[in-house]
């Protein structure tokens, strides 16, 4: 049985995920909040899950992330792109890298673009195909929207990066592969991002109006969005580049 939790953070528009194997007792946790850290153990506990590992799509600068704290709690592997500049001890991830938890497989993909660790991924649940079920996108592609590439400065060269992440990786895949991302309506992440929760490839392609632009108006439009940045920036990515410290 394929376990799936979505959890709507208390920061507004974010999403994260737990996912699983019921029949093994393994999970997989995806962008935890700090202030989730105690649901989703408790969410585990009561599903009899043993959360294997603790993915963060990337070094988030919009919420205090609780994977690295979730991971130590539950025993996990807290774990990051290898091009994460995260300071503390992580499980670094490939392109292409596989994570298993029981039968479902977590293929890892790099989305670069939003930030230079952006990581996409590829979940298939071997027990109903083997073909991937769906994707979870972090912030590189929301539904209605794609991630703002300006967090980290270089925008230019960083939509250009996400551009190429979208169109040369994730819109390979076929049109009915679902997709979530790592926030909705509400975020600051990206401009104009639905409050739907969810969508499909071919949904996004038909209606979702950054991905119907060429690279160069891809590239003016998302770098020209006058977006505020998140509220406690600095304190954010401080502590999220060395969760192992006290916040």
Request: charged share 20%.
């Amino acid at each position: 049985m394929f376990l799936f939790q979505h959890t709507p953070a208390s920061e507004p528009g974010s999403l994260s995920y737990l996912l699983g194997c019921v029949g093994q007792g393994l999970g997989i946790a995806v962008d935890v909040h700090q202030d989730e850290v105690d649901l989703y153990l408790e969410i585990a506990d009561q599903k009899g899950i043993q959360i294997a590992y603790v993915v963060d799509t990337h070094v988030h600068a919009d919420h205090y992330t609780g994977g690295y704290e979730l991971a130590q709690r539950s025993g996990g592997q807290y774990a990051l792109h290898k091009n994460s500049p995260a300071q503390c001890l992580f499980k670094p991830l490939e392109d292409h890298q596989i994570v298993k938890a029981g039968n479902v497989e977590v293929e890892v993909i790099y989305t670069p673009g939003h930030t230079e660790d952006s990581i996409s991924l590829v979940v298939t649940d071997r027990s109903r195909a083997d073909e991937p079920w769906f994707l979870v996108t972090g912030h590189t592609l929301f539904v209605g929207s794609v991630g703002r590439p300006d967090l980290k400065g270089r925008a230019t060269e960083m939509a250009n990066q996400l551009y190429d992440s979208i169109h040369g990786r994730i819109l390979t895949f076929p049109d009915t592969m679902e997709i979530l991302p790592g926030a909705q309506a509400g975020s600051v992440c990206g401009a104009g991002i639905s409050g739907k929760p969810m969508s499909t490839l071919g949904f996004e392609k038909r209606y979702n109006p950054t991905l119907k632009l060429d690279k160069a108006a891809f590239v003016e439009q998302v770098v020209g969005a006058v977006l505020p940045a998140p509220e406690g920036l600095k304190k954010i990515v401080a502590y999220n580049l060395n969760p192992a410290i006290s916040r």
